[in-house]
């Protein structure tokens, strides 16, 4: 069972370059977010989306897009990439609510902009 | 702004000994959870709790969720190499569904 699974793990962009992080989850889970970690900082949400179609902002959204055409796939767009975007970046997926139900990670995209 | 504080933010201690890390609000929570992340790896659920006074034990881990819901604690016994990693709560508002995430404490244990 392969759960939630990120490509690339690791990718190095220069500055106003753009580019996908995919995801996509197996479970047949409704929710999927996506997630950016800097170190001290936790976790923020960029975006969210609670089923095929239908997308939401989350804490910091801003330069960032997303799509969710099927079930499985929730794929992250970075356009104009900028030295604020390096972090590490998480895909995330859940049966149901927040806080009612686990969420499962996938392991993380690192992306360093120059 | 919503915050979940951790505390402490890094303890690095001996194999055996006893730890406690906390994770506190302002604010009412209608659930709780702790997460672990190891180097690499994304957060993986530990515990979820939602009742005020609420205790789970999860072996050597015990986790505590407040009587006013506005805070957690985390109490490992006998620390071990293995429960090195970075320890994170996220708790859901009353009035909303997101979760909202501590910083974390990142808990090294020294053989």
């Known amino acids: 069972n392969a759960g939630v699974t990120q490509t690339p793990k690791f990718r190095i962009l220069k500055i106003g370059q753009s580019m996908t992080l995919q995801c996509t989850q197996d479970m047949n889970h409704n929710y999927m977010y996506w997630y950016r970690q800097d170190p001290g900082m936790g976790l923020k949400l960029i975006y969210y989306?609670?089923?095929?179609?239908?997308?939401d902002k989350g804490e910091v959204p801003n330069g960032y897009n997303v799509s969710r055409s099927t079930t499985e796939d929730f794929p992250l767009r970075l356009e104009l990439a900028a030295p604020s975007q390096t972090s590490v970046y998480f895909c995330?997926?859940?049966?149901?609510?927040?806080?009612?139900?686990?969420?499962?990670f996938g392991e993380g995209s690192r992306l360093t902009v120059l | 702004t919503q915050l979940l504080e951790q505390s402490p933010q890094f303890l690095s201690i001996q194999e055996g000994e006893n730890l406690t890390v906390y994770c506190n609000s302002s604010s009412v929570f209608s659930s709780l959870q702790w997460y672990r992340q190891e180097p690499g790896e994304g957060p993986v659920l530990l515990v979820t709790v939602v009742t005020g006074g609420e205790v789970k034990k999860l072996k050597r881990l015990t986790f505590q969720f407040g009587d006013a819901r506005k805070d957690s604690s985390l109490h490992i016994t006998a620390a071990q190499p293995g429960d090195t990693g970075l320890y994170l709560c996220?708790?859901?508002?009353?009035?909303?569904?997101?979760?909202?995430w501590g910083a974390g404490t990142k808990l090294i244990i020294k053989p």
């Open positions: 996220a708790g859901v508002e009353d009035s909303n569904y997101q979760l909202i």
């Open positions: 995330a997926s859940s049966y149901s609510r927040p806080g009612a139900k686990e969420l499962f």
């Open positions: 989306s609670v089923g095929a179609g239908i997308t």
